[in-house]
């Protein structure tokens, strides 16, 4: 039996957290008994603190107006791991999203430890080895899920990895965290 597992994504001002580049949104939600619990979701927006590019903006379309009265990192952050408490995270690419986690973890609060986190990339990449492509739309795709016309938000996206991840777990049958562990990849945090 698997354990609770909260699906996770940022959007973000750019690429590169190591950059100077910051969450914009973050949103999650709860996959409890194998099922996706829609009535269990976290949503925030992130004032960035600072400017968010031209470019960025026509992908994830948040504007600086849509964040200027949105909570800080340092409120949202704590708030979002009390809503992941007592689960496994995962994100699709996790390396991203993490990386992003973990900076903002040590510009705000070093002591805070971050829970482990599963990748639906990695999982994808074990399950289909022979395909080049793994990115959330190709795998979308691949699996008969139809994509939402607001792709490239938070909430959208975490929808979109909890059906294909569930999907995968399916199919493989993948029915213990320690097969899901060494199929996904796990990531560990540094503390």
């Not at 597992?5 to 957290?17: I, M, N, S």
């Not at 107006?65 to 809503?83: G, R």
């Not at 399916?170 to 029915?175: K, L, N, P, Q, V």
Request: proline residues 5%; negative net charge; glycine residues 4%.
């Amino acid at each position: 039996m698997l354990p609770s597992l909260t699906v996770f994504d940022v959007e973000t001002t750019g690429l590169d957290a190591l950059k100077g580049h910051k969450i914009v949104e973050i949103a999650a939600v709860r996959i409890e008994q194998g099922n996706i619990a829609e009535d269990q979701t976290f949503i925030s927006l992130v004032n960035p603190e600072r400017e968010i590019p031209w470019e960025t903006k026509q992908i994830h379309k948040i504007s600086d107006e849509d964040v200027a009265t949105a909570p800080t990192i340092d409120q949202v952050i704590p708030a979002f791991l009390e809503f992941a408490a007592g689960s496994i995270l995962v994100a699709h690419n996790a390396s991203f999203d993490m990386s992003f986690l973990q900076k903002e973890k040590e510009l705000c609060w070093g002591y805070i430890d971050l829970p482990e986190c599963l990748c639906t990339m990695r999982l994808s990449q074990n399950l289909f080895p022979r395909e080049m492509r793994h990115n959330l739309d190709v795998l979308s795709e691949r699996l008969g899920l139809e994509l939402p016309t607001n792709r490239h938000r938070a909430l959208p996206d975490v929808l979109l990895t909890a059906q294909a991840l569930l999907k995968m777990l399916e199919g493989a049958s993948i029915t213990s965290l320690d097969e899901l562990r060494s199929r996904a990849g796990l990531m560990m945090v540094p503390r």
